[in-house]
C-alpha cells in the first residue's frame, strides 16, 4: 500500500523582494523585482522588472515599501502572491512622520 502525496511545504515556495508601486487597490498590491542582466552582444547590465500582484490582507504596506513576497495559488485573474513581510518601509511614511515618535513632533 502507497503512502499519500504530502503536500508541498510552504517552506519551498519561490520567495521574492521586491517594492510596493501601487496600494490603490484592496487587499492587492502591485509589486516590481528588478534584476540586473547583461546584453547577450555587449555584456553592459541592463534594468529588467517582473510585476507581481499581491495579496496584502491588512492593507498594511504602502507604496516605496520593500516587502518579501510568496508565491501561492492563484487568488485572482492576476494574484499569484502574497506579501510575507515588510522588509523595509518606504520614505513616504517617513516623510508623513507615520514612524515618529508623537513625543517628538513639535506644534
Do not use: F
Not at 7 to 22: D, F, N, Q
Not at 25 to 53: D, F, N, Q
Amino acid at each position: 500500500m502507497s503512502q499519500p502525496a504530502s503536500p508541498t511545504p510552504r517552506t519551498l515556495r519561490k520567495t521574492e523582494i521586491g517594492r510596493v508601486t501601487s496600494d490603490k487597490m484592496s487587499k492587492t498590491r502591485r509589486v516590481e523585482i528588478e534584476r540586473l542582466v547583461p546584453h547577450p552582444k555587449y555584456g553592459k547590465y541592463l534594468k529588467k522588472r517582473t510585476v507581481c500582484y499581491a495579496h496584502d490582507a491588512d492593507n498594511s504596506t504602502h507604496v516605496g515599501d520593500l516587502v518579501e513576497i510568496m508565491e501561492t495559488r492563484p487568488l485572482s485573474k492576476l494574484k499569484r502572491w502574497r506579501i510575507l513581510r515588510v522588509v523595509r518601509p518606504g520614505a513616504q511614511r517617513a516623510l508623513a512622520g507615520e514612524n515618529m515618535d508623537p513625543a517628538q513632533s513639535t506644534p
